[in-house]
């Protein structure tokens, strides 16, 4: 059974850093694009930062020059490192990996860590 395991989140003072890590467990599957989104409160989720299977990045306006998403695809992991976080970080943050089988591709999602970040 195929899932995407998330650890790492906490509660930290505003300013300090925290790392999130998520492998995908299971086998016969390539991982494609992996990445972290998040949400708080009363909002929507929204896209934190991806990576490709090839290292390109992608991150959220707000998150630049904060967070830096790296993988390691042997293990199938993917982490999010973030620094100089904020109180307006604060959320549950939840991984996503797009998994390729040889007759199909399919998105899954992790259960989610919660980030909580006092001022």
């Known amino acids: 059974q195929v899932q995407l395991v998330e650890s790492g989140g906490g509660l930290v003072q505003a300013g300090g850093s925290l790392r999130l890590s998520c492998a995908a467990s299971?086998?016969?599957?390539?991982?494609?694009?992996m990445g972290w989104y998040r949400q708080a409160p009363g909002k929507q989720r929204e896209l934190v930062a991806t990576?490709?299977?090839?290292?390109?990045?992608n991150y959220a306006d707000s998150v630049k020059g904060r967070f830096t998403i790296t993988r390691d695809n042997a293990k199938k992991t993917v982490y999010l490192q973030m620094m100089s976080l904020k109180p307006e970080d604060t959320a549950v943050y939840y991984c996503?990996?797009?998994?390729?089988?040889?007759?199909?591709?399919?998105?899954?999602w992790g259960r989610g860590t919660q980030v909580t970040v006092s001022s």
């Open positions: 990576i490709t299977s090839g290292g390109s990045t």
């Open positions: 299971g086998s016969g599957f390539a991982v494609n694009a």
């Open positions: 996503n990996a797009r998994l390729r089988w040889s007759w199909t591709t399919n998105d899954y």
